[in-house]
DNA sequence: TTTAGCACTCTTCTTTATAGATTGCTAAAG
DNA sequence: CTTTAGCAATCTATAAAGAAGAGTGCTAAA
């Protein structure tokens, strides 16, 4: 962590008003924009002074000599951590916001909608992770026959996790086996799936082998059980909108990013660790597909312990006191209709 | 359909071999570049006499006077009907194909898997239809409860499509209730559950009134049963590598067709009538998005009968001598997989 | 019917010129 | 010591002009 440059006042509120204007026009901003476009009793000249310090900090560059400034990645830093102030949400926006997460649904369909509705207000791509599950608890195993050899295998875990499978199975088991084999079975309730499954494993060959089969089908399913980490996007195509047009490459690579997922769980993975709403410059990490994006995350959390995280991602350009508020509000929203259930 | 225009064996092979060429490069083709090319023992200016007669038929055109030529979409179209030899797929490759669609999975997940498989080997954009379910017979219902007000719901329809709900009723069920129930509706158990839905609505106010809250919720779950049309696209960044750099509006738009979902819809949906390979050139039709792309799909079938699409979209510019046998392929295995359930 | 030759057209690339924006510096003013 | 007016210098963006190259269409000859 770079220790914070001392800037006076009005070198600040001139950054401010700088990045303000970049956010809002999307142009190299100058000396004589920022006297013009607000009652600052200065002249442009002084401006450009105070420009020329705040490049020699690295808070502001140019694109070149004769084109105005740009915020740098520590501009921008420095604005989000010292200069920016919020635009809060207004109540009916809120309420309004509640009412789109229903927490009737399993935990990945509200994830989803969470995504869904976070990049639609903000108009950016949002980003939301799958709630980790530390404890995989087996509230019920049910057997259904289909048919001869086919089973359908039932599996409820923690509140309202269900999972179906069939088992297509080599000989064909009849009604009582199958109650037989639940009712064995049903001793594992309760506890959690890694045990049963380690527990099945061992006892395998000392049960009945006429239940191997049926006990080999349910190890496979507990062992493709653990949700991988995964996260859901929604609205990538609120990119294409943002991208300042000639970078048609970095759009693509970014596209590549979120189908590749590992290096997005990476840092999301990160930010679950910290407390409250999180801001990611793209250029900050080394990460290249990032330049000149932002991340903003907020965790979310069941009983009380974060479980996930929610966010959106945009070009480094975004309103951010707009946005920081909507995703810090999704976040306690989505953790609210999470613990409803 | 307009009539095929009568064009001599010569007119023909030189325009096969400037559409291929064409594809190729991706770059206007002259005359000389013809002659060139291959072995034709014809001097350019005879080339060049044939490409005007041609460009009059309306099956080329030159974006300006000193430049080559490229197809019209009539030209493609005519390439593609009357010029094209395939390229079959190997043996070896056809294996490798049949080998990623393991029939063990629901229809929605094999469909899926092919979507995936066929972007990955084209390297075009994968989309693939659901498959339409024309009879939706119920073939178990069962409830499990999971405390004093939730219960869930299993529903088995067809041979393996499984779907869960949980319920949250207004009061306790005991587990003597919830087993009364599913023997009441087990009446049902071979019929279509759109019969089974109306009778049940029709019977609720009969039956004992402390059923009713349950009926209901099992109402409510079979009206949202009917899975409305819907496909699944993979490899849609494969259209990033086609487009031709400038066009990023164009990207764009097609993205968000992607997403309306009802265009596309609609297409597929005239495909299915079709009986073999079916190519669906942009601008052949008014649509705006879809010019400068094709369409490549093949129907497939449960029972003999067609119930989805499958398919490619993907430059019009792309090796179809390829494409086209994949996807006739594809849709042949993907039928296979579905008929083995 | 085919072909060689050539003028013509149009794009693309390079060069040159011009106008406009913004800065940095200097010297004067507060 | 800070602020400001003024001005030269720098660089971009745009247009204009010229040169090179590609490909065509036409004409006349084979």
Do not use: W
Request: aromatic share 6%.
């Amino acid at each position: 962590m770079s220790k914070q440059p001392a800037i006076n006042d009005r070198a600040q509120q001139i950054l401010k008003i700088l990045i303000e204007r970049y956010i809002r026009e999307g142009e190299p901003v100058g000396s004589r924009a920022i006297v013009d476009g607000c009652g600052l009793s200065l002249s442009s000249a002084t401006v450009r002074n105070v420009m020329s310090e705040l490049e020699d900090l690295g808070l502001l560059k140019s694109p070149h000599t004769s084109a105005g400034r740009i915020p740098t990645t520590r501009g921008y830093r420095f604005f989000i951590d010292s200069l920016l102030t919020m635009t809060p949400l207004s109540e009916e926006k809120l309420k309004d916001f509640a009412k789109e997460l229903d927490p009737v649904q399993d935990s990945k369909a509200l994830v989803a909608s969470a995504s869904q509705l976070i990049s639609r207000i903000t108009h950016l791509t949002g980003l939301v992770t799958l709630p980790r599950q530390e404890k995989l608890i087996l509230r019920q195993l049910e057997f259904l026959p289909l048919s001869q050899r086919r089973v359908l295998v039932i599996l409820v875990v923690n509140e309202r996790e269900v999972q179906n499978r069939i088992l297509e199975l080599p000989r064909e088991f009849s009604r009582t086996e199958l109650q037989m084999a639940a009712h064995y079975l049903n001793r594992y309730i309760g506890k959690d799936l890694y045990k049963v499954r380690n527990e099945l494993l061992a006892g395998l060959k000392t049960t009945k082998e006429k239940m191997d089969d049926l006990m080999q089908g349910v190890i496979d399913i507990l062992d493709t059980q653990p949700q991988e980490k995964d996260y859901v996007v929604c609205g990538q195509n609120n990119l294409f909108n943002q991208t300042e047009d000639h970078d048609v490459k970095k759009l693509h690579s970014l596209f590549e990013a979120f189908n590749e997922k590992r290096d997005l769980l990476q840092i999301l993975e990160h930010c679950l660790q910290a407390d409250g709403v999180q801001i990611f410059l793209g250029g900050e990490s080394g990460c290249d597909v990032l330049n000149d994006y932002s991340l903003i995350t907020a965790p979310y959390s069941v009983g009380g312990k974060p479980v996930g995280v929610l966010g959106v991602i945009g070009s480094a350009r975004m309103p951010y006191d707009q946005v920081i508020p909507v995703v810090d509000v999704t976040a306690k929203i989505l953790s609210s209709a999470l613990n409803q259930n």
